[in-house]
T-cell receptor, first 112, second 114 residues
Framework: QKEVEQDPGPLSVPEGAIVSLNCTYS??????FMWYRQYSRKGPELLMY????GNKEDGRFTAQVDKSSKYISLFIRDSQPSDSATYLC????????????FGKGTKLTVNP | DTGVSQDPRHKITKRGQNVTFRCDPI?????LYWYRQTLGQGPEFLTY????????KSRLLSDRFSAERPKGSFSTLEIQRTEQGDSAMYLC????????????FGQGTRLTVV
């Protein structure tokens, strides 16, 4: 079983839709959870970072962590064509390895 | 531009040649990471420096790969005797936070081995 599972999509939605992106993970020792956005042929851009169960909101983005289910989500409200990108979840251990373990990424297209 | 800078952005090399990539992290970040990303996959961890010390290496980092961070500033990643399987995007990231959190990535160096 992979440490982090993420549906690669592709996911296509109309402009203005609410988008839900998800990852599951297998190691209960994972403590920090991040979402990155990656445009084609660019480096990943950090969107959000959280370490506790619950929700964290930043503008149109909400990150949700459920440690009991080992499930993390990113919600995008009022999606825009400029949100079209690949979204990567990344998870790391507290007090252990410094490496980020990434999901495969979900390719999102928001159609005008 | 105060972000992570990588050079070159693209590199095409013949199989068997050596290549070297450079990364300049965000100036106040003491942590520096190298990752490799192939098409359709998420980045995979290669190695981590805290200041000039290389503290963590992945099994992916074969003996043909070597990374340095002299004086705890910029870093270089060298691949010797390149193989076609080395073709990938090589990403550098830096962070001021413990645990790999809040890592900021550069634009990457895209390597093509022909």
């Amino acid at each position: 079983q992979k440490e982090v599972e993420q549906d690669p999509g592709p996911l296509s939605v109309p402009e203005g839709a609410i988008v839900s992106l998800n990852c599951t993970y297998s190691n209960s020792a994972f403590q920090y959870f991040m979402w990155y956005r990656q445009y084609s042929r660019k480096g990943p851009e950090l969107l959000m970072y959280t370490y506790s169960s619950g929700n964290k909101e930043d503008g149109r983005f909400t990150a949700q962590v459920d440690k009991s289910s080992k499930y993390i989500s990113l919600f995008i409200r009022d999606s825009q064509p400029s949100d079209s990108a690949t979204y990567l979840c990344a998870i790391t251990l507290q007090g252990g390895s410094e490496k980020l373990v990434f999901g495969k990424g979900t390719k999102l297209t928001v159609n005008p | 531009d105060t972000g992570v800078s990588q050079d070159p952005r693209h590199k095409i090399t013949k199989r068997g040649q050596n290549v070297t990539f450079r990364c300049d992290p965000i100036s106040e970040h003491n942590r520096l990471y190298w990752y490799r990303q192939t098409l359709g996959q998420g980045p995979e961890f290669l190695t981590y420096f805290q200041n000039e010390a290389q503290l963590e290496k992945s099994r992916l980092l074969s003996d043909r790969f070597s990374a340095e961070r002299p004086k705890g500033s910029f870093s270089t990643l060298e691949i010797q005797r390149t193989e076609q399987g080395d073709s990938a995007m090589y990403l550098c990231a830096s962070s001021a936070q413990q645990g790999g959190t809040e890592a900021f990535f550069g634009q990457g160096t895209r390597l093509t081995v022909v």
